[in-house]
């Protein structure tokens, strides 16, 4: 009888007795594929590294690519196509090694052995070593404030409005009546309300000046009530990074206009306010290596809320004239017979104010003692003698002419300074530059005074800012006021803590700074004015957390990173957020802890304080963490401790929690401790956290693409889409492997991820099993070697999960074996699976799986969907998409791929072969092994059991004939066979002739 038989790919289940003639209990360097065996060849050989080195990614750049290399504890690069060209990224001796190192366009994301990623960009035909996140903003803003009366106001700006400022008629047909204006001017009464036709006519007339006059100060950069202000990054795509806390500042803590009027004794009422103008100022700290970041970085932009008013724009908001409630005070002797001043109208809402301003004219902010000097003023680069007309020049120069007869040098201009030392004079390389009509011979100097430094001209001079303490004496001449309202409702405190929306009024171009940026901020033409109208800040960037990463991935040009913890970010001490809160104290404070109660763990941060502060006043305090809880300041006066505990409130609308007391002094529950406590600062763990980037931008990570799943742990994220492009997967989802299973997470037009559903309980044993394929994802579980496509899941290795064939029971064979692949042998499918990662032919639709502890692989094919096994030594992959590249033990880099080999060696043993007749004895007469082959290059040999177990030797050849056998029968038979195969050979399977010795018939 002949039979022809198929050989299959390697198998060890199900058991012997039932397995399919063909199955290969061993073989080694060949697979079923595309229709027969066909040999595995040795890989390309790429380049050779040391041993102890490792290519762990290559950066495609341009028309270059780079290898990274990880040798010791230091990550180098090397031009793929010229070898000579390299250079040195960063030593990761403290860092705890490196993990991972992912491409995102010219940027590399490394991560270390402790958990935080490292940024390495691309310029200038190097790497720049970044740091682990975008540079600290340091930031501290503050105001100087100045109070205008009518006068002032007329002064400076007066050619600015339609009509010069002057004071307001409310006397009269239906205004405030003059008999009762008379009872409050004599003290008979405290306050007028006012009604009707009365409250509307005052209200036009009151609103149309403060309207008036409040437009023209924010056009001109001064702000008139509490507001906050916050700083950001903006990147070269738009977006903002590294927000700094909200700072609240404080022109007056009314939020009201001084509405002052002045009563005469005959009853005449005269509208005269005070306005209080806060100009922005800031110290802005700029990183050392802030130019590294200039392809990143391009501006500073300053952001600020809506002023914060205590009184609404309406007719109903008029409610009296009243006594200025902290003007009419009375001495009283109190308990302890010592003698205080006491309000007597409505308590102590007294306004506070900030640091002020007086003007001066630039002739005396210039002047010298030298009466000899006298200025001139140009405008830009020629002289306006009409005056009026310089305010309108973006930049103008005041400049000294003395009799002198010899131009000032280098040197001189060093050693010459004005009497106002903070405005200097241009040196003589700027002076050069400008095209002034300077005299020929003649020492003088030249002052350049930018617009927002200067107002208007009147009388043939200009006047600029220069600062000043400034104290009250402002309201003494005050003696009554138009009391202003909300009619909405709304509480002041309300107004103070609830404002969430930050308007851009100033951008600072990173490239004009070097080190930092002092002063006056300059603002946008007309920022103040409708501000509403202007770029806005997303809060959902926020400041970034120093995140701790247990494995990144890379998908739709974005970085993915599952978050293991996040250690708490720092912010501004108590000085900078309370810029104006100067009390001095025998107690000094000499560190500051926040608390933070988040995902039911409990940690602190430690503050860094200014060793000179000793303030113990402040009205405000933010943590940019909803979740911080407390404020714990720890004090020390002469060797004595104590700590004051300060309660934070969640903002409703910010990712902060805040403390405020209405601009009066924060004080807690103070309690004396022997030492200083020392507060534990561990990071917040989480394990089921995923953050993901903005597309082509990983630095930042905002909590709009921030996504956690309800699961205890997140091992590995992987996608199941066909690359279209270098790096671009288009809308598939990204599957997460976690502790419950397995969830799929669509992504939405945005790059955010929605949707996400379980769609399977199978766990990943390992991270790095986790393997993409063109339409699918593989990963290894303690049932096997898992295939995910859209939501199903099939396991590919129920054919290894068996019993183990020890191929030294073929004696003979085992021995020629042996002389071409010494003692190889393969241990079980459950001992090797524990440490398996895979790798991804693409070319040769091969899935190879590899333990680096063994020198073999299981070869899964995707055409045949059955396995084959071959020698290697695999450490790790490389993701290099579409060729399938790898690390070996001896720091090879190799392609499987690609091959430079013609043929491989190996040898196959098929599982017993029953020839449809398990229990019957048999004799084989002839065995023809079929396959396109050259003769000589597969040998025979033939194996015979009657039980399974014992096998005996029963002929061989040393080509692939069998023939003139006779003996003893046999229930069972094995095939061994040892090849030679160039890459265009095969073998299909066999054809045997064999007789069937029946026990009930005669022989």
Not at 270 to 275: G, R, S, V
Not at 723 to 733: R, W
Not at 878 to 894: H, K, N, R
Request: charged share 20%; net charge negative.
């Amino acid at each position: 009888m002949i039979t022809e038989i198929k050989y299959n790919g390697y198998s060890a289940s199900p058991s012997d007795y039932q397995s399919p003639d063909g199955d290969m209990a061993s073989m080694l360097n060949c697979i079923p594929h595309r229709g027969a065996l066909r040999p595995i060849l040795p890989p390309k050989r790429v380049k050779s590294f040391s041993k102890d080195a490792a290519v762990l990614a290559i950066h495609r750049v341009s028309d270059r690519e780079h290898y990274l290399i990880y040798d010791g504890n230091k990550l180098t690069w090397e031009d793929v196509k010229d070898y000579s060209i390299t250079g040195e990224l960063y030593d990761f001796k403290n860092d705890g090694g490196v993990i991972s190192v992912t491409p995102i366009g010219n940027t590399l994301a490394v991560l270390d052995g402790n958990g935080i990623i490292h940024y390495f960009l691309w310029k200038n035909d190097g790497y720049t070593n970044l740091g682990t996140q975008l540079p600290e903003l340091e930031a501290k803003p503050y105001i100087k404030t100045h109070i205008f009366d009518n006068n002032e106001l007329d002064n400076i700006y007066g050619t600015e409005l339609d009509q010069s400022i002057v004071d307001v008629e409310l006397s009269g047909t239906n205004l405030i009546n003059t008999s009762e204006a008379q009872k409050l001017y004599s003290g008979a009464e405290h306050k007028i309300n006012l009604y009707g036709d009365t409250r509307q006519n005052v209200y036009n007339k009151v609103f149309a000046k403060l309207n008036a006059v409040k437009r023209l100060l924010q056009k001109n950069g001064f702000l008139t009530s509490p507001f906050y202000i916050r700083f950001a990054y903006r990147l070269y795509d738009n977006t903002h990074a590294q927000h700094t806390i909200p700072v609240l500042l404080v022109p007056t803590t009314w939020g009201t206009p001084v509405t002052g009027a002045k009563i005469s004794s005959e009853g005449k009422v005269t509208f005269n306010p005070l306005f209080s103008g806060s100009e922005i100022l800031a110290e802005i700290k700029l990183p050392e290596n802030i130019s590294d970041w200039g392809d990143l970085i391009s501006h500073i932009d300053v952001f600020i809320t809506p002023q914060i008013e205590n009184y609404t724009d309406d007719a109903n908001a008029v409610i009296s004239l009243s006594q200025l409630p902290y003007w009419n005070r009375e001495k009283v002797v109190n308990e302890s017979g010592q003698e205080i001043e006491k309000w007597a109208y409505g308590g102590s809402d007294e306004p506070e104010l900030m640091d002020g301003e007086q003007w001066m004219p630039i002739s005396q902010a210039v002047s010298s003692t030298d009466s000899d000097y006298n200025y001139k003023l140009y405008k830009t680069l020629s002289v306006k003698k009409d005056a009026s007309f310089v305010a309108e020049a973006n930049t103008y120069y005041a400049v000294d002419i003395s009799n002198a007869q010899v131009k000032l040098t280098q040197k001189e201009w060093e050693a010459f300074v004005p009497y106002y030392y903070d405005i200097d004079p241009l040196s003589p390389e700027e002076v050069e530059k400008i095209n002034l009509p300077l005299p020929e011979e003649g020492s003088y100097n030249v002052y350049s005074f930018a617009k927002n430094k200067t107002v208007h001209i009147k009388g043939g001079d200009a006047f600029i800012r220069q600062y000043t303490k400034k104290t009250k004496s402002e309201f003494e001449d005050i003696h009554h006021y138009i009391e202003l309202k909300r009619v909405d409702g709304k509480k002041y405190k309300d107004l103070i803590t609830d404002y969430s929306n930050f308007y851009r009024i100033c951008e600072l171009p990173i490239s004009d700074y070097k080190t930092g940026i002092s002063g006056v901020l300059p603002l946008k033409e007309n920022a103040l004015i409708d501000i509403t109208t202007s770029v806005t800040l997303s809060e959902l960037t926020q400041r970034q957390s120093k995140d701790i990463v247990s494995q990144t991935f890379a998908y739709n040009n974005r970085l993915n990173a599952i978050i293991k913890g996040e250690s708490l970010p720092d912010c501004p001490d108590i000085e900078k957020q309370n810029p104006t809160s100067e009390t001095e104290s025998n107690w000094k404070l000499i560190a500051t802890y926040v608390k933070v109660n988040e995902n039911s763990q409990v940690t602190y941060h430690l503050l860094s304080n200014p060793d000179s502060y000793i303030d113990t006043k402040f009205i405000y305090f933010a943590y940019p963490r909803a979740t911080a809880t407390e404020l714990i300041l720890i004090w020390e006066y002469d060797g004595h401790y104590s700590t004051e505990t300060i309660k934070l409130t969640r903002h409703p609308f910010l990712n902060l929690a805040y403390v405020f007391n209405m601009f009066d002094d924060i004080r807690g529950e103070q309690t004396m401790v022997d030492k200083i406590p020392n507060y534990p600062q561990t990071p917040i763990l989480y394990g089921n956290k995923i953050k993901t980037s903005n597309v082509n931008n990983p630095f930042i990570f905002s909590e709009e693409n921030t996504s956690e799943l309800p699961v205890g742990k997140i091992h590995a994220l992987s996608t199941a889409a066909k690359a279209l492009s270098q790096g671009q997967f288009g809308q598939f989802p990204l599957y997460a492997f976690t502790d419950k299973g397995i969830w799929a997470l669509e992504v939405t037009g945005t790059g955010t991820y929605s949707a996400r559903q379980v769609i399977t309980r199978d766990v990943a044993l390992t991270p790095e099993s986790v393997t993409q394929i063109d339409d699918a994802v593989l990963f290894s579980t303690d049932r096997g070697i898992m295939l995910l496509a859209g939501s199903q899941v099939q396991c590919i290795t129920e054919a290894l999960d068996g019993t183990t064939f020890d191929i030294t029971q073929l004696k003979f064979a085992y021995d020629k074996i042996s002389k071409d692949h010494k003692d190889f042998n393969i241990v079980s499918w459950d001992t090797y699976k524990a440490n398996i990662q895979m790798l991804y032919d693409y070319t040769g639709q091969r899935i190879i799986v590899f333990n680096p502890d063994y020198g073999y692989s299981y070869v899964f094919s995707l055409d045949s969907k059955q396995w084959g096994i071959t020698v290697n030594s695999i450490q790790s992959t490389i993701d290099y998409y579409p060729q399938a590249y790898a690390m070996t033990s001896d720091g090879t880099l190799v392609d499987y791929s690609a091959t430079d080999d013609t043929e491989a060696k190996g040898h196959y043993i098929t599982r017993p072969i029953k020839l449809g007749a398990p229990d019957v004895h048999k004799t084989i007469t002839s065995i023809i092994q079929r396959g396109q082959f050259k003769k000589g290059h597969v040998n025979t040999m033939l194996y015979g059991s009657r039980d399974l177990e014992t096998w005996h030797p029963v002929y061989g050849s040393t080509d692939h004939i069998l023939r003139g056998m006779r003996g003893t029968p046999y229930k069972y038979f094995r095939l061994a066979s040892t090849f030679t195969l160039g890459k265009d050979e095969s073998i299909t399977g066999c054809s045997i002739d064999f007789e069937p010795r029946l026990n009930n018939k005669l022989r």
